[in-house]
């Protein structure tokens, strides 16, 4: 069966600190990985998907990038985090490029930064 | 317009209670749709897909409108267990592929 997993659950960081959440997916093989951002009381923002490896497409402009190393590791990274990057972070996966599939998610990671 | 909107809520029902959501859409070609559960602070779990001509899968039943661009979810015999928040889903085939996730209906079930 497939199962994802985010690192770190928790993090809290500085203003202008870095940051990289990893992602990553087992018991599958070519999904479609995507990053999500929800704030505190507010629903899910689409900020990257990717199709395949070294294949990212930004939905948002913002100070984040993600990069897709291997078929099955999707990382979300930010040179220098601003306060309202706060939120939910949340990974997810679906099985076909751009079919009607569902999207299955990670356990999310809580970002503060103070 | 929203792309997808939600009544935030909160629902308060009594155990036992029957509760109706509703989401509407704004673009017509979208082309499947999904109901989405968010307990407190925890990822969101796929409920149900929505088909054309309804579906049920035990006390939870989904219904599409595309004449109104509306779904809806409606839950019987409530359990506490069912207090989470329930997240439309929209998915638009349109040049590339779009998933819109509305920002969800908050229900509290009491005993």
């Known amino acids: 069966s497939q199962t994802i997993h985010q690192w770190p659950a928790t993090l809290v960081q500085p203003v202008g600190s870095p940051l990289s959440l990893e992602c990553t997916v087992e018991?599958?093989?070519?999904?479609?990985l995507y990053w999500y951002r929800q704030a505190a009381g507010r629903g899910l923002q689409l900020l990257f998907y990717s199709v395949g490896i070294g294949q990212i497409s930004s939905e948002v402009p913002q100070n984040l990038s993600a990069s897709r190393p291997q078929d099955r590791q999707f990382i979300l990274s930010s040179k220098k985090l601003l306060l309202s990057d706060s939120g939910f972070y949340l990974c997810?996966?679906?099985?076909?490029?751009?079919?009607?599939?569902?999207?299955?998610f990670g356990p999310g990671t809580r970002l503060t930064v103070l | 317009r929203k792309e997808v909107e939600q009544d935030p809520g909160p629902f308060n029902v009594p155990e036992g209670a029957t509760v109706a959501f509703n989401c509407t859409y704004s673009n017509s070609a979208s082309q499947s749709f999904f109901w989405y559960r968010q307990d407190c602070r925890k990822e969101p779990k796929l409920l149900m897909s929505?088909?054309?001509s309804g579906n049920e899968d035990g006390r939870f039943t989904a219904q599409l409108n595309r004449a109104s661009q509306y779904i809806s979810l409606l839950i019987r015999d409530s359990k506490l267990s069912d207090s989470a928040t329930y997240l439309c889903?929209?998915?638009?085939?349109?040049?590339?592929?779009?998933?819109?996730f509305g920002a969800g209906t908050r229900l509290f079930v009491k005993a």
């Open positions: 929505v088909y054309s």
């Open positions: 889903v929209v998915h638009e085939q349109t040049g590339g592929f779009k998933t819109i």
């Open positions: 997810a996966w679906s099985p076909l490029a751009g079919s009607t599939d569902t999207q299955y």
């Open positions: 018991g599958t093989s070519n999904p479609n």
